[in-house]
């Protein structure tokens, strides 16, 4: 069964840094890009980064560029996603997900997600 | 990049069909024939319900369909089934990221 869960979230002060990791099973992890998926609370889905399965390329949405990157270990089946400079905007639950097939642009399945808290 | 746009909500009655569009422009779903789209109950993570505007993952009811008109796709629910309310969110990949639109909120009267 393929599985992914993301660990790391929690209250960070605004400026402050966090990382986020998300473990895989259940597949040949390396031939799969993964995503990061955010919802703010009582709000829609918004795409954040995507990382191919040999660690490039590397993808943000403008929102984030410049204060996060995304990495993968491979030997470990885990994405990273490190968040600096964080934001009471970047409040929100953070999703990875895989891609659904290879060469696909769609994300099936998800993880559960892990909740981030950027306040003071 | 510019959110997807659909209904903030819609409904139906059991046993009806109903359909939720996404629009946005030639330079996401108007260009691309990767528009997919989500489910997600309360308190769970997003479901895969089709993908590529049209194809249904294995084990997703045919009772869900999607198409696509120049910028515009939509996601057709027929037989409306107590288990269906749900968001409902679009996606579609625009050259090196992916948009999503702001989700529809579907209740089975």
């Known amino acids: 069964e393929v599985q992914l869960l993301e660990s790391g979230g929690g209250l960070v002060q605004p400026g402050g840094s966090l990382r986020l990791s998300c473990a895989a099973s259940g597949f040949t992890f390396s031939s799969y890009a993964i995503t990061w998926v955010r919802q703010a609370p009582g709000k829609g889905l918004e795409w954040v980064s995507n990382i191919g399965g040999s660690g490039a390329p590397t993808y943000y949405s403008e929102s984030v560029k410049g204060r996060f990157t995304i990495s993968r270990d491979n030997s470990k089946n885990t994405v990273y996603l490190q968040m600096n400079s964080l934001r009471a905007e970047d409040t929100a639950v953070y999703y990875c997900?895989?891609?659904?097939?290879?060469?696909?642009?769609?994300?099936?399945?998800w993880g559960q997600g892990t909740l981030v808290t950027v306040s003071s | 990049q510019s959110a997807l746009t659909q209904p903030a909500s819609v409904s139906g009655s059991p046993g009806q069909s109903i359909t939720i569009s996404c629009t946005g422009t030639?330079?996401?779903?108007?260009?691309?024939?990767?528009v997919s789209w989500y489910q997600q109950h309360p308190g769970k993570a997003p479901k895969l319900m089709i993908y590529e505007v049209t194809e249904r993952p294995s084990g997703i009811s045919n009772r869900f369909s999607g198409s696509k008109s120049g910028n515009t796709a939509s996601l057709t629910i027929s037989g409306l089934q107590a288990e269906d309310e749900a968001d409902y969110y679009c996606?579609?990949?625009?050259?090196?990221?992916?948009?999503f639109g702001g989700g529809t909120k579907l209740t089975v009267l």
């Open positions: 030639s330079s996401d779903v108007g260009n691309y024939d990767l």
């Open positions: 996606c579609s990949y625009a050259d090196s990221h992916w948009v």
């Open positions: 997900a895989k891609v659904f097939v290879g060469g696909s642009y769609s994300f099936d399945p």
